[in-house]
């Protein structure tokens, strides 16, 4: 029985598309922390905002 499992190191095109598929994976984690980031900053924000009002009051 042979494995269905195709090793993408066989050949140089299935390796390509394979690595291909991995940096678009990767492309598709990274534009996901941008809310996250986005976030911190607007906290950060808020607190600089809070800390200078009682500082100033």
Excluded: H, K
């Amino acid at each position: 029985m042979s494995d269905p499992q195709i090793d993408p190191a066989g050949n140089t095109q299935a390796f390509r598309a394979f690595a291909q598929q991995q940096d678009t994976t990767a492309s598709r984690e990274q534009s996901s922390r941008l809310p996250i980031w986005i976030a911190v900053g607007a906290a950060l924000v808020v607190i600089l905002a809070v800390v200078a009002y009682l500082l100033l009051r």
